[in-house]
């Protein structure tokens, strides 16, 4: 059998994946969900549907997302859809980004990069 | 569940888009995709229509930019987390693992390519590469058109004609005149041993400055080393001086001797320098070393036609420019020399010139490889599309475990580029040695011959065109099988067959086609050269031994001392033991070697009054009595020549085709003959059969020997018919020359039946070649046939057990499975149809005596191809009868 051996490094997030285990880190979200939730944060360029999408099928393809059913949709409108959460695997990558997001900008801080009532 | 009508149409927009994205992530993320854009479509309407067509301008960018992305992806991941040494070792497993599949991927590959490569070097030397002059394309040589009043269309030209160009102006840089001669090589006046006889070049001082080539060492010509009185000086080829002098560099300043006149060497060309004279009819020349003339070419007659013509073009000059000044120089020559009578001048490109008569013959082998490699690479793919069907299922389960697809993809790809390596690797071998044998067969006066050899670079260049050749058809299958996920194999097993065997069937029609298309050229060729064989040439080629004799005149000044000599060496070879009959002429059969000249019949019945018709252009050749009994050329009236008398008139014999036509009922013996404007009449004494100068295939002009006695100049070739084998005579014919005449030298030592061969030389390669390219592409259909037919055998196991079962016979489900495999033959044979009519009209030049639609020829191929695939259909059908029903249910 032919079974490629995952190494245990995971490959750093990308941005746009960052962001859907932001928003799944609060609840089960769909597709555009995930989409408005990085329009009210208001940091840096909301992704288009195809890369969003893109990037779901690999967090899932890693096991870091899992779809979570097919939940009513929260407007009016009795669609049923896709809704994506976030697995404990996922939850571990996030924290593990953040930390070191923070670390950055701790190291940024200290460099004077940063001034002291910057966020 | 109720939707606005634009939501609707949205949503098919949006599918539209998503079509952008490999099918897996449509079966995937297709919904949630379309509720995305459904949800933004909804936000943006509410701010307006801009709002609204801004979305669909990103939808579309968006959907563009990745879902190529998409689809490169397994490339993509590829690239990042390569693991070669891993990739490699699965990969040479799975080969090791099953040998018969890499054997024939490798074989295909060594054959296919390896013909290729030999074709693409021949091609590339002859048809491609620049010749080695400075701007070669702005050369010309110049001929002279007769056919105005006489059946000669390129003709030597007048020396004045040369000292025209030259001065022409214009778009004409300059022109140089040319003649070959052989002549007598010696270096030491005291000893004068060893001499040889060598063809020189000679020609106007300006020759290497015209093809812009520098000498080895020493220098060129000089403007004043030529015409009357000038300081004789020679110039030698590298292969002279490498064979003759030992590449001695201290020869520049000394002297050597021609024909016993002391020249001295100023200067040794390189070794890239090969510079052939084309001829007015025979093949083009070489010569080993290069002369200046002794006489100014225009004070020579401006009549007669001696002279090849080199003429170079101003930088930028168009060939019409040339076209249109040569033939202003030819207008003047015509009207001061010929009285209007038509004569024209034209030039032709020196590379058009020397490739001309290869050309066709290499058209036909180059489409010949073409086709041969698209076959080669449809089998390629074949054979890796039913090798991935094949492992489908373990690919699906490997995925299932977890697998990811680009390792999957990579060691697909690793295997089909190690095999594809393989086999191009096998494939340079076969390049290297098939060229040096292809060269041993060429014609020896296929263009640069010399330089045609397959080395190490264009060896790398097959590794690499088979490995990638390997990873192209490796692609699709590869990236096909790891698409499949294992509930679509799941799906898929319950109903067998669709999208795969569809291309697979597609591919063997193809190939059935392209097979049916090489076979019927391949057989047009063969049976060309059948042809070309079973001609009756006009003589017996078998056991005659020919070779040149120079009678010097600086030995022997006049007609009798010379005519002596020829007769004292024409009676030492009748001593030799062995020897049964001997002869003398000055051209052999098939080397394009005679003089042409205009002949009349005063008092002949044939004669019509005009005078195109009564005066024709005949091939004119001096012979010495016993050429024809020699030769085996029959004498249908009259007799040989007999020894001259003092007083007695000048004798001729003519060949049938004269005869025919000046005699039509008899009575040539005894005519008189005038040929040109001479005053010697001749008396036709004999008639003989027409023995072909030019091609083996067809008679050329008609013919007339002359009695070599009566007038001998020039270069006579002995003939030696003889019951040993002929080149045993050789010794003892040196022997024989040594003790009459120690300073001449005896040359082209060559039998007559080698002398035919090489003519057919061309014609024997190709069909070779042709017919070889032709059974390599049937070879790989019927394996192709083979493959298609078996797999389907495989594929439908459980129905034919079904049907066997049910009472169905053997003979029936064997015509059911033939069937199939007949389709696809009779698909491929309509395919291939437009392909051999279109072929036939390519090859038609190359073909001798046999048209390229022949239905003998085309019959056959179709029967033999028929057979051959209903063959490997059967082969594979068969396999029906060892289907055991109970075996073939337990088994599911």
């Known amino acids: 059998m032919d079974i490629e051996r995952t190494t245990d490094d995971p490959p750093p997030l990308r941005p746009v994946e960052f962001d859907i285990l932001l928003s799944l880190a609060v609840g089960d979200r769909h597709g555009y969900g995930i989409i408005q939730d990085a329009q009210e944060r208001g940091l840096g360029p909301v992704p288009d549907v195809g890369t969003l999408y893109r990037a779901l099928r690999r967090l899932e393809e890693r096991g870091l997302i899992k779809p979570s059913g097919r939940a009513p949709a929260a407007d009016a409108n009795d669609e049923r859809r896709n809704y994506y959460g976030i697995t404990p695997r996922g939850r571990r990558v996030a924290r593990a980004e953040a930390r070191r997001l923070q670390a950055l900008t701790r190291a940024a801080r200290l460099s004077g990069l940063l001034g002291a009532g910057a966020v | 569940?109720?939707?606005?009508?634009?939501?609707?149409?949205?949503?098919?927009?949006?599918?539209?888009?998503?079509?952008?994205?490999?099918?897996?992530?449509?079966?995937?993320?297709?919904?949630?995709?379309?509720?995305?854009?459904?949800?933004?479509?909804?936000?943006?309407?509410?701010?307006?229509?801009?709002?609204?067509?801004?979305?669909?301008?990103?939808?579309?960018?968006?959907?563009?930019?990745?879902?190529?992305?998409?689809?490169?992806?397994?490339?993509?991941?590829?690239?990042?987390?390569?693991?070669?040494?891993?990739?490699?070792?699965?990969?040479?497993?799975?080969?090791?693992?099953?040998?018969?599949?890499?054997?024939?991927?490798?074989?295909?590959?060594?054959?296919?390519?390896?013909?290729?490569?030999?074709?693409?070097?021949?091609?590339?030397?002859?048809?491609?590469?620049?010749?080695?002059?400075?701007?070669?394309?702005?050369?010309?040589?110049?001929?002279?058109?007769?056919?105005?009043?006489?059946?000669?269309?390129?003709?030597?030209?007048?020396?004045?004609?040369?000292?025209?160009?030259?001065?022409?102006?214009?778009?004409?840089?300059?022109?140089?005149?040319?003649?070959?001669?052989?002549?007598?090589?010696?270096?030491?006046?005291?000893?004068?041993?060893?001499?040889?006889?060598?063809?020189?070049?000679?020609?106007?001082?300006?020759?290497?400055?015209?093809?812009?080539?520098?000498?080895?060492?020493?220098?060129?010509?000089?403007p004043s080393e030529g015409g009357e009185n000038r300081a004789p000086v020679i110039v030698l080829g590298y292969d002279l001086w490498q064979r003759r002098f030992g590449g001695d560099r201290s020869i520049v300043g000394s002297d050597v001797r021609l024909n016993n006149t002391p020249y001295k060497v100023i200067g040794v060309m390189d070794e890239g320098f090969h510079f052939v004279r084309h001829s007015s009819l025979g093949a083009p020349e070489r010569a080993d070393a290069f002369i200046t003339f002794a006489y100014s070419l225009a004070g020579q007659s401006p009549r007669s036609g001696a002279f090849a013509a080199l003429v170079r073009a101003r930088p930028g000059a168009s060939p019409q420019q040339i076209m249109a000044a040569v033939a202003a120089v030819g207008a003047a020559i015509d009207e001061r020399t010929f009285n209007h009578k038509g004569l024209r001048l034209y030039p032709v490109g020196l590379e058009a010139d020397l490739v001309a008569p290869v050309r066709p013959a290499l058209v036909v082998l180059g489409l010949s490889a073409l086709v041969l490699i698209i076959v080669l690479t449809v089998n390629l793919a074949t054979l890796l599309l039913t090798r991935a069907a094949h492992r489908e299922r373990e690919f699906a389960v490997s995925r299932a475990l977890g697998a990811n697809r680009a390792a999957l993809v990579r060691a697909t790809l690793a295997e089909a580029g190690i095999l594809g390596a393989l086999g191009g690797f096998g494939a340079a071998i076969i390049a290297i040695w098939g060229t040096r044998m292809l060269v041993a067969l060429a014609p020896l006066d296929l263009p640069r011959r010399e330089s045609i050899a397959v080395d190490w670079r264009i060896g790398m260049v097959v590794v690499a065109v088979g490995a990638l050749l390997g990873l192209c058809a490796g692609v699709a299958p590869a990236f096909w099988a790891t698409r499949s996920t294992l509930a679509t194999l799941l799906r898929q097993a319950a109903v067998r067959g669709g999208g795969r065997g569809r291309l697979r069937r597609g591919l063997v029609v193809m190939q059935v086609a392209l097979s049916l298309v090489l076979l019927s050229a391949g057989g047009m060729v063969a049976r060309s050269f059948e042809q070309l064989l079973r001609s009756h040439p006009g003589f017996d080629p078998e056991d005659v031994l020919t070779l040149r004799v120079e009678v010097a005149p600086w030995r022997y000044p006049n007609n009798a001392s010379a005519v002596a000599f020829d007769d004292q060496f024409q009676q030492a070879l009748a001593a030799l033991?062995?020897?049964?009959?001997?002869?003398?002429?000055?051209?052999?059969?098939?080397?394009?070697?005679?003089?042409?000249?205009?002949?009349?019949?005063?008092?002949?019945?044939?004669?019509?009054?005009?005078?195109?018709?009564?005066?024709?252009?005949?091939?004119?050749?001096?012979?010495?009595?016993?050429?024809?009994?020699?030769?085996?050329?029959?004498?249908?009236?009259?007799?040989?020549?007999?020894?001259?008398?003092?007083?007695?008139?000048?004798?001729?014999?003519?060949?049938?085709?004269?005869?025919?036509?000046?005699?039509?009922?008899?009575?040539?013996?005894?005519?008189?003959?005038?040929?040109?404007?001479?005053?010697?009449?001749?008396?036709?004494?004999?008639?003989?059969?027409?023995?072909?100068?030019?091609?083996?295939?067809?008679?050329?002009?008609?013919?007339?020997?002359?009695?070599?006695?009566?007038?001998?100049?020039?270069?006579?070739?002995?003939?030696?018919?003889?019951?040993?084998?002929?080149?045993?005579?050789?010794?003892?014919?040196?022997?024989?020359?040594?003790?009459?005449?120690?300073?001449?030298?005896?040359?082209?030592?060559?039998?007559?039946?080698?002398?035919?061969?090489?003519?057919?030389?061309?014609?024997?390669?190709?069909?070779?070649?042709?017919?070889?390219?032709?059974?390599?592409?049937?070879?790989?259909?019927?394996?192709?046939?083979?493959?298609?037919?078996?797999?389907?055998?495989?594929?439908?196991?459980?129905?034919?057990?079904?049907?066997?079962?049910?009472?169905?016979?053997?003979?029936?489900?064997?015509?059911?499975?033939?069937?199939?495999?007949?389709?696809?033959?009779?698909?491929?044979?309509?395919?291939?149809?437009?392909?051999?009519?279109?072929?036939?009209?390519?090859?038609?030049?190359?073909?001798?005596?046999?048209?390229?639609?022949?239905?003998?020829?085309?019959?056959?191929?179709?029967?033999?191809?028929?057979?051959?695939?209903?063959?490997?259909?059967?082969?594979?059908?068969?396999?029906?009868?060892?289907?055991?029903?109970?075996?073939?249910?337990?088994?599911?």
């Open chain 2, 577 to 892: 033991p062995g020897v049964v009959a001997t002869g003398a002429s000055s051209a052999v059969p098939l080397t394009a070697n005679t003089d042409q000249r205009d002949v009349r019949f005063p008092t002949a019945p044939g004669n019509t009054g005009q005078s195109d018709r009564d005066e024709p252009l005949v091939d004119v050749m001096q012979s010495r009595a016993g050429w024809f009994r020699t030769l085996r050329i029959p004498i249908l009236a009259g007799r040989d020549f007999a020894p001259p008398r003092a007083g007695a008139p000048r004798e001729a014999i003519i060949d049938r085709t004269l005869a025919a036509q000046f005699f039509p009922s008899g009575g040539a013996i005894g005519a008189t003959l005038v040929i040109g404007d001479t005053l010697h009449p001749l008396t036709v004494v004999g008639v003989v059969d027409h023995a072909r100068q030019y091609d083996l295939y067809r008679d050329g002009r008609p013919q007339v020997y002359l009695r070599d006695d009566d007038d001998t100049y020039g270069p006579l070739y002995f003939a030696v018919r003889t019951t040993r084998l002929p080149l045993d005579l050789v010794p003892d014919i040196r022997a024989a020359m040594r003790r009459l005449d120690s300073q001449l030298a005896i040359a082209d030592v060559r039998t007559l039946d080698d002398i035919v061969n090489q003519s057919v030389r061309q014609q024997r390669l190709s069909a070779v070649l042709v017919a070889g390219f032709s059974l390599g592409a049937l070879s790989l259909a019927a394996m192709g046939l083979f493959g298609v037919v078996a797999g389907t055998v495989a594929a439908r196991r459980h129905e034919i057990a079904v049907r066997l079962a049910l009472g169905a016979d053997n003979g029936s489900v064997l015509r059911l499975v033939l069937g199939e495999g007949g389709v696809l033959v009779a698909l491929g044979f309509v395919v291939g149809v437009p392909g051999v009519l279109l072929t036939g009209s390519v090859i038609r030049s190359a073909l001798v005596g046999v048209s390229p639609f022949d239905p003998l020829t085309l019959s056959g191929v179709v029967t033999g191809m028929m057979i051959v695939t209903l063959a490997a259909c059967y082969l594979a059908a068969r396999r029906v009868t060892a289907i055991d029903p109970a075996g073939a249910f337990r088994g599911e």
């Open chain 2, 1 to 222: 569940m109720k939707r606005p009508a634009s939501a609707t149409a949205s949503d098919r927009w949006v599918r539209l888009l998503l079509r952008l994205y490999p099918s897996d992530f449509r079966d995937e993320m297709g919904d949630a995709f379309v509720e995305a854009y459904h949800d933004r479509c909804r936000a943006a309407a509410e701010r307006g229509r801009g709002a609204l067509a801004a979305v669909w301008l990103r939808a579309l960018v968006d959907s563009l930019w990745n879902g190529v992305g998409e689809r490169l992806r397994p490339a993509v991941a590829w690239r990042r987390s390569g693991n070669w040494g891993r990739d490699m070792e699965l990969a040479a497993r799975r080969i090791r693992r099953s040998p018969v599949f890499a054997l024939s991927v490798i074989g295909t590959l060594t054959i296919g390519l390896g013909a290729f490569a030999v074709v693409t070097a021949v091609i590339d030397k002859v048809l491609i590469q620049p010749l080695p002059y400075h701007r070669p394309n702005d050369l010309y040589f110049v001929w002279r058109d007769y056919t105005a009043w006489f059946d000669l269309k390129r003709g030597w030209v007048g020396g004045p004609d040369v000292a025209a160009l030259d001065t022409a102006g214009g778009p004409i840089a300059g022109a140089v005149g040319l003649r070959l001669d052989q002549r007598t090589l010696s270096t030491n006046a005291a000893s004068a041993g060893n001499p040889e006889l060598i063809p020189v070049m000679i020609s106007t001082p300006k020759l290497f400055d015209l093809l812009g080539v520098r000498p080895l060492l020493g220098r060129t010509f000089a």
